[in-house]
């Protein structure tokens, strides 16, 4: 379905990121992959992708937080790969504490990863993506662009951002192919999601499973994980000519959370 296309994925090295990568190239696109984390893992994930789905694959180590990095690149990844046609802004970080003793720098790194790539690279895909009237941006918000938790104060912030700018580009892109909309998803178990249940664990001296099971019980009605592939296959969808006339719209993938 995206044969001939070219994606671009930030923070495709692990969890949510990664399964849209799989997604994508299973779909027929070739894949950007980009974020950090051991050489030879990336290149073993790769690798993995184009064998597996005979698609161009590439890797950026470009650092999201740094907006020249992110306009490198991707004027690479068009002049390798001839275009990029769908960007997937999914690289984030979280960082819990209340807000008075919310450490600043970690205040800046969160709104520079979550919210501010975002526009970053945007800005960056636009200008092609007019050219050949078509383009998919979708951006990975999250429940909380929506709704709020204690001690998430960054990460609410940018995602609730995320979401004004995916309404934004929808709005200035209404009359041509190009589309932009946001994922949210709830809970699903990432190495992001890993760190909140061992320190719910190690807090309340009790065993991670059950940590697992309270973090669920606490937000996600169905009581189970959503997973990558889940969120996957939506941006596969959001990417087909199907989705053509889904513009700004902030697509939940949480098990019921947000409809208590
Ligand atoms: P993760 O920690 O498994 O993956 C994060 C990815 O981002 C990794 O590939 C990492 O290397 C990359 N990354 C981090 N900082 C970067 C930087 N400065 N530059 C480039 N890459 C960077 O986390 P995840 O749970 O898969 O999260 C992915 C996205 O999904 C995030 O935007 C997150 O907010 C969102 N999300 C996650 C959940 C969840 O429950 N896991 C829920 C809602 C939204």
């Known amino acids: 379905m995206l044969r001939g296309k070219t994606a671009v994925v930030t923070g495709s090295t692990s969890g949510i ?22 050489p030879a893992e990336i290149e073993a994930l790769r690798a993995g992708v184009a064998k597996d789905f005979g698609v161009k694959v590439s890797y950026s180590a470009a650092d999201m937080s740094k907006p020249d990095q992110i306009h490198q690149m991707l004027k690479a990844a ?12 999914n690289a984030g ?6 807000v ?15 919210l501010s790539s975002a526009f970053h690279a945007t800005q960056a895909v636009l200008p092609g993506m007019r050219r050949r009237n078509w383009g998919r941006i979708v951006n990975i918000a999250s429940t909380h662009g929506l709704i709020a938790s204690v001690e998430k104060s960054a990460y609410v912030a ?10 934004t580009v929808a709005l200035e892109t209404a009359r041509t192919g190009i589309t932009c909309n ?27 499973e059950q940590a697992k099971r309270d973090l669920l019980a606490e937000k996600q009605p169905s009581g189970e994980f959503a997973t990558p592939e889940q969120i996957g296959a939506l941006c596969v ?20 959370w947000l409809a208590q």
């Open 17 to 38: 990121g990664l399964g849209i990568a799989r997604a994508l190239g299973g779909a027929g696109a070739n894949v950007v992959f980009n974020g950090f984390g051991d």
């Open 78 to 89: 068009e002049e390798e790969l001839g275009a990029v046609d769908i960007l997937v802004n």
């Open 93 to 98: 970080i979280q960082h819990t504490a209340p």
């Open 100 to 114: 008075e003793s919310f450490p600043r720098d970690r205040w800046d790194a969160v709104i520079a990863i979550n």
């Open 158 to 167: 940018a995602k609730h951002g995320v979401l004004g700018l995916t309404k």
């Open 182 to 208: 946001a994922i949210c998803p709830g809970w699903v178990l990432t190495p992001l999601v890993q760190k909140q249940i061992d320190a719910r664990a190690a807090r309340e001296a009790i065993p991670l």
């Open 237 to 256: 969808f959001l990417c087909s000519e199907s989705a053509a006339q889904i513009r700004g719209a902030a697509l939940p993938v949480d098990g019921g």
